[in-house]
């Protein structure tokens, strides 16, 4: 398989450390994350939405959107449960994380840490205020239980930890959030735990 | 099964559309989407992002995110596909759907008729492009098959549906894309089918 992969990304981040988990080798191809110049000519023909990472198969099939990809590759393996509800509980996460918890943790990140012309201040806090509503979500979320799901570490696990545990690197002040600092714990000794850096 | 709802949302839409096509009934609880005073107190329990829709199973088990449901519904059904690529296809257009279409063409939508403080032109404008380059996507896609996956109408193409069919409502001008067009006339004809006033 092949990677189109950016090291800072966490969404990246999540593909290889499901892969790492599995013990599954896979090939990379490095992409820009801030000069977007050459993506219609590198993924246009592989995932509509020009991003990283894309995962190319070894007959050749593409896969985008990084959860779609940690449930492809997660499916049949202990990080995605069989049953019907709990694999829902699991998308509900993925959704989430999407929708609620990256534009906001993972782009201020990105504007902080690597934008060439971040927007303004004004902007930038809004977005703030918005990615500590999902922390408080999840914080509320892991006082109650050590994983998301079921008490078992899955792919809802993988998803949320990779802009999480960086998200200081945006001005989050992960301190506010005991149940989350002992879940990023739990999650970093899981067997086969490779660093975002890896 | 009780759906906390609002007629006006394409999210809930969805879950309303992929019901009506299986033949199945749901109590519904209309929630307003314009004062969310009440959201703690109504959901607070049962959805961590307190928004619509949200899915209260009979045995009052809770399930949250449109396409999170629609997935659950779909499960078994012809509207999700068994193969674990096709499926995995399916989840890469919902991931889209949330990432790239909803937050432009929906909220522009939302912005433009239902907010009492919409933002600037400038704002507007910004998604308003962002939502085109969605619409271009889905029109490279759709230009070469008659659904998005395999052929066969799935629950990729009612998440996708819900928000492009109403998309005039947020100023997008659809006539530019025959092969959307083409595809929006396609899913309304399948068995089954309901307005989003419905």
């Not at 939405?49 to 995962?55: D, E, G, I, M």
């Not at 019907?84 to 699991?90: E, G, P």
């Not at 990615?131 to 239980?145: H, I, K, Q, T, V």
Request: negative net charge.
């Amino acid at each position: 398989m092949l990677l189109y992969n950016s090291q800072v990304s966490g969404n990246c981040y999540k593909v290889r450390l499901l892969l790492a988990h599995l013990g599954v080798d896979c090939e990379r191809q490095e992409v820009d994350v801030v000069d977007r110049a050459n993506r219609r000519e590198l993924l246009g023909e592989l995932n509509p939405a020009l991003r990283v990472p894309t995962l190319v198969l070894d007959d050749g099939r593409a896969l985008a959107e990084s959860n779609a990809i940690l449930w492809y590759l997660g499916c049949d393996t202990p990080y995605v449960p069989t049953d019907r509800f709990q694999s829902a509980k699991v998308l509900q996460w993925l959704f989430f994380e999407q929708y609620v918890h990256e534009p906001n943790i993972a782009v201020v990140r990105f504007w902080v840490n690597f934008a060439k012309q971040p927007p303004c201040q004004e902007v930038i806090q809004a977005r703030r205020q918005a990615g500590y509503e999902a922390l408080d979500a999840m914080e509320r979320e892991l006082s109650a239980r050590d994983f998301l799901i079921a008490g078992h570490y899955t792919i809802a696990d993988i998803a949320l930890y990779a802009y999480t545990h960086v998200a200081g690197e945006g001005g989050f002040d992960l301190s506010l959030y005991p149940a989350i600092t002992a879940w990023l714990e739990r999650v970093s000794e899981q067997p086969g735990h490779i660093r975002i850096t890896a």
